[in-house]
């Protein structure tokens, strides 16, 4: 991986959460910047690039159409193939940027604010969901809960970083009893509101005097339901090797649980750089990679798809 150029949207943080339209604008504002200083990293030209690769979905549709239109321009305009790629799929095959790579089959748990997944990996395009969740996704539990308690957006770092701080077991939440695999977090979210705004009814200052317990009981919880559920999947599918993926596999907590659930079972863990868990374009190339050595290449009519199937 030559180069890996991210341009942060700070604009959201005023209405504490992703605004789609602002985001499009945004889009449309860093692109150019962001390829160009990508190309300048990567000590290469533009005449270099034998392909384009870019995230056709799932995702915001008015920030898709921005990438899928630069890429189709660029792609036109070098004489070079596109290559459409799935953003949850770039997620898991993170795991092949650098030296230390899964060995297939293995099951990795895909964890972001929009999703929550279980996907076994039988190779770079053979997935299967075998888990997941039946309402909201874990990363929206946790920014639900850091909304509640008046965290600024984003919210997931600011819990993670209290959650050190505090005892995971000062406040206990309920594990929901979903059948299989599969995953559920309305009812985990719902009852921290109640949990708040019962005790802040009691304690005006109990938010601010208990803050550090609270967010690392809800991690705790939130990483023992996914946790619970991987290991579930992995004994069922006798796969010894699991791996985290999405933007919440950045999570202190979730990072260290995966670690000691793979050290009980002696199964083999992978968990990718920080810089690869978040959305990046790096994720993105590396999937382009493994479609390119195949030859599937997209023509110019592609269009993005908001809700495109795994």
Same mark, same amino acid.
């Given at each position: 991986? *030559?180069?890996?150029?991210?341009?942060?949207?700070?604009?959201?943080?005023? &209405?504490?959460?992703? /605004?789609?339209?602002?985001?499009?604008?945004? @889009?449309?504002?860093?692109?150019?910047?962001?390829?160009?200083?990508?190309?300048?990293?990567?000590?290469? #030209?533009?005449?270099?690039?034998?392909?384009?690769?870019?995230?056709? =979905?799932?995702?915001?549709?008015? #920030?898709?159409?921005?990438? !899928? #239109?630069?890429?189709?321009? +660029?792609?036109?305009?070098?004489? !070079?193939?596109?290559?459409?790629?799935? @953003?949850?799929?770039?997620?898991?095959?993170?795991?092949?940027?650098?030296?230390?790579?899964?060995?297939?089959?293995?099951?990795?748990?895909?964890?972001?604010?929009?999703?929550?997944?279980?996907?076994?990996?039988?190779? &770079? +395009?053979?997935?299967?969901?075998?888990?997941?969740?039946?309402?909201?996704?874990?990363?929206?539990?946790?920014?639900?809960?850091?909304?509640?308690?008046? *965290?600024?957006?984003?919210?997931?770092?600011?819990?993670?970083? &209290?959650?050190? *701080?505090?005892?995971?077991?000062?406040?206990?939440?309920?594990?929901?009893?979903?059948?299989?695999?599969?995953?559920?977090?309305? =009812?985990?979210?719902?009852?921290?509101?109640? +949990?708040?705004?019962?005790?802040?009814?009691?304690?005006?200052?109990?938010?601010?005097?208990?803050?550090?317990?609270?967010?690392?009981? /809800?991690?705790?919880?939130?990483?023992?339901?996914?946790?619970?559920?991987?290991?579930?999947?992995?004994?069922?599918?006798?796969?010894?090797?699991?791996?985290?993926?999405?933007?919440?596999?950045?999570?202190?907590?979730?990072?260290?649980?995966?670690?000691?659930?793979?050290?009980?079972?002696?199964?083999? #863990?992978?968990?990718?750089?920080?810089? &690869?868990?978040?959305?990046?374009?790096?994720?993105?190339?590396?999937?382009?990679?493994?479609?390119?050595?195949?030859?599937? +290449?997209? =023509?110019?009519?592609?269009?993005?798809?908001?809700?495109?199937?795994?």
């Amino acid at each position: 991986m *030559l180069s890996n150029i991210i341009a942060n949207q700070t604009i959201h943080e005023a &209405y504490g959460g992703v /605004v789609p339209e602002l985001a499009s604008r945004v @889009h449309q504002q860093n692109i150019i910047p962001a390829v160009q200083q990508a190309i300048i990293n990567a000590k290469v #030209s533009k005449n270099d690039i034998d392909a384009v690769a870019f995230t056709r =979905g799932p995702g915001l549709l008015g #920030s898709l159409l921005v990438g !899928v #239109s630069f890429a189709k321009a +660029f792609a036109l305009a070098q004489n !070079v193939p596109l290559i459409d790629i799935n @953003h949850m799929q770039a997620h898991i095959l993170a795991h092949f940027i650098g030296i230390d790579k899964p060995q297939f089959p293995f099951l990795c748990l895909t964890v972001s604010g929009g999703h929550t997944q279980i996907v076994l990996v039988k190779d &770079y +395009f053979d997935m299967e969901i075998v888990g997941q969740t039946q309402d909201d996704a874990a990363g929206e539990a946790l920014d639900k809960t850091s909304k509640v308690l008046g *965290l600024p957006y984003p919210g997931g770092p600011l819990i993670d970083k &209290y959650a050190r *701080l505090g005892n995971p077991d000062a406040f206990k939440f309920p594990e929901p009893n979903i059948p299989d695999f599969d995953f559920s977090f309305s =009812g985990l979210k719902t009852s921290i509101m109640y +949990f708040i705004r019962d005790n802040q009814a009691k304690n005006p200052d109990f938010v601010a005097q208990n803050m550090a317990d609270i967010c690392a009981s /809800v991690e705790k919880r939130v990483v023992t339901i996914l946790l619970n559920k991987l290991e579930k999947a992995a004994k069922a599918y006798d796969v010894k090797t699991i791996a985290l993926a999405g933007g919440v596999s950045a999570n202190t907590g979730l990072r260290l649980g995966i670690q000691q659930l793979a050290d009980k079972h002696n199964w083999k #863990s992978f968990i990718p750089a920080f810089e &690869y868990c978040t959305d990046n374009a790096a994720m993105i190339a590396i999937a382009g990679h493994y479609k390119f050595l195949k030859g599937e +290449f997209i =023509g110019q009519q592609v269009a993005p798809l908001a809700r495109m199937p795994f």
